[in-house]
């Protein structure tokens, strides 16, 4: 996160002052990759600066913004799930985006949900977030949770999912590469219509002979069959809704 959002902000114009890190390799990495100063010491931090952002992990937060040795400045953190009523934190700024150090994004199409204790402060979040995205949405915490908690669906438990397929395949002599094509259409899909609509498989179709077949081929694999089953009765509960 720090390493992209600090691209995408130098990128756009504004001026990064420091970076801190509580490890002093990854504060000195970062500050040089940005041209900026660096320090893993928050008593040094910079107090000239507008905006301060705390990019750490959602266990860490509370510790950093306790720690956090400036006053009356926008200190805000970027998480998904982590209430804005956090002592010392006056707004969110959280990308919804999975992000890898070793490889790039578009920051310009990534949506930002942004909150502030104010309106002042939730003004300079929406001018920040606007200058590096086209898709800035102004949401309180619960509705910035169920966004957190729709993406680990969307993004972390399907890409589960593939671990669980490359598994399947590998152990029987057969290339993951297989059926990238058929992910890559999936998710072409939901760009243009709803998922529930473009629901395929065994499941849905209520196909008992393929599913009883499937669940026999699993049986020696337990971790893997349970979730298999409790997938496709999920499909078939919530086709049954639609």
Excluded at 80 to 105: A, E
Excluded at 184 to 208: F, H, I, L, W
């Amino acid at each position: 996160m720090a390493t992209h959002l600090g691209k995408a902000l130098k990128d756009r114009g504004h001026i990064i002052l420091q970076i801190w890190s509580r490890t002093p390799g990854h504060a000195q990495a970062l500050g040089k990759s940005l041209q900026c100063d660096f320090t893993s010491n928050l008593s040094h931090i910079n107090e000239e600066g507008e905006i301060y952002i705390v990019a750490v992990s959602d266990d860490a937060i509370n510790e950093v913004a306790s720690s956090f040795p400036l006053q009356n400045k926008i200190l805000v953190h970027t998480s998904g799930t982590t209430d804005l009523d956090i002592p010392g934190i006056s707004g969110v700024f959280y990308p919804l985006q999975t992000f890898s150090k070793q490889k790039d994004v578009d920051f310009s199409k990534i949506p930002i949900a942004i909150e502030g204790r104010n309106s002042e402060v939730t003004e300079q979040l929406n001018s920040l977030a606007k200058s590096v995205s086209s898709k800035v949405v102004l949401m309180n915490s619960e509705q910035r949770k169920a966004l957190h908690i729709a993406a680990v669906f969307a993004c972390n438990f399907s890409n589960h999912l593939y671990a669980i397929a490359d598994k399947i395949l590998s152990d029987n002599g057969l290339d993951f590469n297989l059926i990238k094509p058929l992910i890559t259409e999936t998710a072409e899909k939901v760009q243009q219509n709803p998922p529930v609509s473009v629901q395929t498989g065994p499941a849905v179709r209520r196909d008992q002979i393929t599913l009883n077949k499937h669940l026999d081929f699993l049986k020696d694999i337990t971790p893997f069959k349970d979730i298999y089953e409790q997938l496709s009765q999920s499909i078939i509960n919530f086709d049954q809704k639609a």
